[in-house]
């Protein structure tokens, strides 16, 4: 005969948060939470900030050195370089701003 579900032991309730069996939902239940706080990086926010300010920075840095090339004070590889970082700076925002647009408008669609 098989054994109803609750027979298993995976719905078992915890009533202190630590318990002494091993059922397989308190292990998952512990795995999940480990998973949880073993993530302690930078929020996804925060990634998308620091992101916009390399950008912010790569063209003013791009201005500085076109300003500077203007006036004599730097050569023409370093306006080059300098332009050319800050417009690549300026193509990845872009990108990103259009795929987070993008995706914002699906789950716009999405049905309820």
Known sequence: MINP?????????????????NTAANVLG?????ATTAVA???F??????????????????ETASFAGIQGKANTREVVDAVLQ???ALKTATAFRDKIVSAYLDITKMQI
């Open 30 to 34: 512990t795995a999940v939470n480990a």
């Open 45 to 62: 926010g925060d990634v998308l900030g620091s992101m916009a300010t390399d950008a912010i920075n790569a063209v003013k840095g791009g």
């Open 86 to 88: 800050a417009e690549q």
């Open 5 to 21: 579900i609750e027979g298993l032991g995976l719905f078992t309730k915890q009533t202190d948060g630590v318990s002494g069996d």
């Open 41 to 43: 990086g930078p929020g």
